[in-house]
């Protein structure tokens, strides 16, 4: 199946080197990525340093490839974060229904009410110091999409009829939800999955590029792209790295999530 | 097939392909005369739809026309451009489908939407159109046409839908109409009105009709000859009631075997101890209030009904769609809530309204949707174990154990416990439901239209099923339906449901032979029945019923709204047969 899917085959490469860079970045970058050396300074990409190096000095590929790990954490920590909470309150409420449901329905459109990175930004103010900062703040902005989703999915399973079956042998709410909502909604779950992690890796460079994400000596994609912008004209390599990383990586899981989303399609409609 | 009159529409060797070449439809022929109703019979996957839309130009997207003609008015409807298909479908062409729902634009008003064909295809100004399509309504009997005219088509039930789809499509005075199964939706009742009107309004126009069905009782009422198909090829082709009543080939034989009919009745005990008791059952859902200052309304969808099931017997509850029969069922396994009454085992606890659901050990249901019913996430051997997880004395192993014989009891031995439900067939999957029911060995099964959706092949195996099941644990049945014959099969007892009342019940043959509700009796008169005759033979009546009296002192009561106050009581016939009747004064 995967392997007649040209997309999925580059989106699972791609993902694959993502993490890869994301591993050698965390634990044996080429060069530290804070070194800081004048000697060097705003050099072209050559056999010592691949990608060239930026105005510090510092060797781009490195940067890049810590950038990618702290990138890549925060994303997955929002995607992990959002699934989780997001597919148990959104179940919750679709089968709880009643008064409990409007609430949780209102909260979430309120939340829906700003832009994802607005709001994104504006937590990260209040929260402003922690390192999980903008994970909680990417983690709030992107839930009430997760539950809509959930929510959603789970007020059409619970018209079927293997719901009330459940009911008619005596199960209880919880091993009902547990045993034949959840695994009924792994799939749009994942997809959804999918496309938040894509989001949520634009958002956290968004916010890094606007100063909001780690502080300044550690590398991120969006920092490596904002200091990139005074030198342009003379060291594009300083663009075109963290430019490159960033499109290339959402191509490559929304493709992932395309891929996802056809597979299961095709095998419920079986 | 022998014809004096031209024909209208021949179809000559018609074949159907899907994409990759597999043919679904293989040289089909027959022919239509002027006036002439009709019909094309056969079983799902048997081509008749395809057939009747591919007149139509209207196949599914991955369906093609691949050889053959189809002929009519000059034209070679397999081949002729999209223009001249627009020019026919809607003016010379009508259709009426299976789903009144949903092929009527809910965003249109009725009048819009009937006003639509005439305009398309005819030079008219729009007030003569709007008489047109008016008389056309009075004459399908729709009591206020104006009103109507102007409503959407979300106020309407489907018998009136149906009705308005197809005073639409004659008011052009089509020379062909194609009724691909129009009434399968409805209830006995108004499905023999709709019918009626149909061919009335037909005749009247010299319209042809070409109805596609699976329900060859009904044809035989309705259609002159018939075309059964079998797996997209012709089987029998000639007079509908022939074909039925004295079936020629092997196909058909084991077809109109199949149909559920009445078989003497076992001894089932009769006045054995009642094992199941339900007294003044009372079930209302609260009304959507129309803005928040409305006052709370409750639907009582079920009023004061009462009756008790004995070990092994098969009770039927029958009635039209919304007579409340289904929530009798649901109100029992606790998937509704009970406003009033109690449910009580004579072995066990006895339950009262108020409170929570209805929590009764030993009760089980078999649902009607058996695509829906099962959980498609697991194995068929999980689906079936699942109800023993409440015993603790087994293990695990041990209740996928016996999941497997119960599945192998039902039919689906060995490899299938492994497998999921959507890899099954629609009968497949009902044995699976059956087998999830039995396997906690409960005492009453409560079954909502088990057989509903099958094929008459199928449906046959899945009543065997059941009552072989009855047979093996004891089993007592609440049978749930709307198909006569088939209660007529398989009941021991009868309850006729109408507007949330029980207006008759009693033994089988009691109903069934000498009705005494008015309801009963035109729920009987609405459903052809088919009886054995000679040798392979066999009789297609609808016998009439005869008005009796009703007891000293009594008249029947039609249930209807604003009666709850009436004094109404069962009074008994003899033995147990009962009506409901209202105290004269």
Not at chain 2, 37 to 49: C, E, F, H, I
Not at chain 2, 407 to 425: D, I, M, N, Q, T
């Amino acid at each position: 199946m995967l392997m007649q899917r040209p997309s999925g085959i580059a989106g699972v490469t791609v993902i694959a080197l993502i993490l890869l860079a994301a591993a050698i970045g965390a634990l044996a970058p080429p060069y530290d990525p804070t070194m800081v050396d004048f000697t060097t300074r705003l050099s072209p990409p050559s056999s010592a340093h691949w990608l060239g190096t930026d105005e510090w000095g510092r060797d781009v590929l490195s940067r890049l490839l810590s950038g990618t790990a702290v990138t890549v954490a925060v994303a997955g920590l929002t995607t992990l974060l959002v699934t989780i909470s997001g597919a148990l309150l959104g179940a919750f409420s679709g089968l709880a229904g009643g008064w409990l449901d409007r609430c949780v329905v209102a909260l979430m459109d309120a939340f829906l009410a700003f832009p994802a990175l607005v709001l994104a930004i504006a937590m990260t103010a209040v929260l402003a110091g922690s390192s999980l900062a903008p994970v909680v703040a990417l983690g709030v902005a992107y839930l009430p999409y997760m539950v809509r989703v959930v929510r959603a999915h789970v007020l059409t399973l619970r018209g079927r009829d293997f719901i009330a079956a459940s009911r008619v042998m005596g199960n209880s709410p919880a091993y009902t939800l547990l045993r034949h909502v959840i695994p009924n909604t792994v799939a749009p779950v994942l997809v959804m999955s999918t496309s938040l992690f894509g989001w949520a890796l634009l958002a956290e460079s968004a916010l890094s590029f606007l100063g909001l994400g780690l502080a300044p000596p550690a590398a991120s994609w969006g920092g490596m792209l904002a200091d990139s912008r005074n030198y342009f004209a003379d060291a594009p390599w300083l663009a075109l790295a963290p430019g490159i990383a960033i499109s290339g990586a959402l191509l490559g899981i929304n493709l992932f999530g395309d891929f996802c989303r056809d597979y299961f399609d095709r095998k419920t409609k079986d | 097939m022998s014809q004096q009159r031209d024909p209208i529409l021949s179809v000559e060797g018609l074949c159907i392909a899907t994409r990759d070449g597999t043919r679904i439809v293989d040289d089909v022929s027959f022919r239509l005369g002027a006036g002439q109703v009709g019909a094309l019979v056969g079983q799902s996957g048997s081509g008749k739809t395809s057939i009747g839309r591919a007149i139509l130009r209207l196949l599914s997207p991955g369906l093609a026309i691949t050889g053959g003609a189809i002929r009519f008015d000059g034209h070679d409807l397999a081949t002729a451009s999209v223009a001249v298909m627009r020019g026919l479908r809607g003016r010379r062409i009508g259709a009426v489908f299976q789903e009144p729902m949903i092929s009527l634009n809910p965003s249109l008003t009725v009048g819009r939407q009937m006003m639509e064909a005439l305009l398309r295809h005819e030079r008219i100004t729009p007030r003569d159109a709007r008489e047109r399509c008016l008389d056309m309504l009075r004459r399908v009997r729709i009591a206020d046409p104006d009103r109507c005219f102007g409503e959407y088509p979300g106020k309407f039930s489907g018998g009136m839908r149906q009705r308005f789809m197809l005073a639409s499509v004659l008011t052009t005075r089509p020379a062909l109409l194609i009724a691909d199964e129009p009434t399968t939706a409805l209830d006995a009742v108004i499905r023999k009105e709709i019918m009626d009107q149909m061919l009335d309004l037909t005749r009247e126009l010299g319209t042809s009709v070409l109805i596609v069905s699976h329900d060859l009782a009904m044809l035989s009422q309705y259609s002159d000859i018939a075309t059964v198909l079998h797996q997209g090829r012709v089987v029998e082709q000639g007079d509908t009631r022939d074909i039925l009543l004295r079936p020629r080939t092997d196909y058909m034989r084991g077809f109109v075997a199949a149909l559920p009919r009445r078989v003497e009745a076992a001894p089932t005990g009769a006045g054995a101890r009642p094992l199941i008791k339900v007294q003044g059952l009372d079930v209302a859902f609260p009304l959507k209030r129309r803005t928040f200052f409305s006052p709370h309304r409750t639907l009582r969808a079920v009023k004061d009904v009462s009756f008790d099931i004995a070990k092994g017997e098969v009770v039927a509850v029958v009635g039209e769609s919304g007579s409340g029969k289904t929530s009798i069922g649901r109100a029992l396994v606790g998937l509704n809530r009970a406003t009033a009454g109690s449910f009580a085992r004579t072995d066990g606890p006895h339950l009262k309204a108020g409170g929570a659901e209805w929590r009764m050990p030993g009760v089980q249901m078999v649902f009607q949707d058996q695509h829906s019913s099962l959980d498609p996430q697991m194995t068929l051997e999980q689906l079936v174990a699942e109800p023993l997880r409440h015993d603790p004395s087994m293990s695990a192993a041990q209740r996928l154990d016996r999941a497997r014989d119960i599945l192998a009891e039902v039919g689906l031995p060995g490899g299938f416990a492994k497998r999921y439900s959507h890899e099954l067939s629609g009968g497949q999957r009902q044995r699976v439901g059956i087998a999830r029911a039995v396997v906690a060995r409960p005492s009453l099964i409560v079954a909502d239209e088990p057989v509903s959706a099958l094929d008459v092949g199928v449906q046959r195996q899945v009543l065997d099923l059941m009552m072989r099941m009855r047979d093996a644990y004891g089993l007592s049945y609440l049978f749930i339906s709307h198909d006569l014959s088939v209660v007529e099969e398989i009941a021991d007892r009868v309850l006729v449901m109408y507007r949330g009342r029980i207006v008759e019940s009693g033994p089988r043959d009691a109903i069934f032979d000498r009705p005494h509700h008015p309801y009963t009796r035109r729920l009987l008169e609405a459903t052809p029945r088919i009886f054995p005759g000679g040798g392979d033979s066999y009789e297609l009546a609808v016998p009439p019923t005869i008005a009796v009296p009703a007891p000293a002192g009594h008249a029947y009561h039609e249930p209807g709204e604003g009666d709850d106050d009436a004094p109404l009581a069962m009074i008994t016939i003899d033995g147990r047969h009962q009506v409901l009747c209202r105290a004269l004064t």
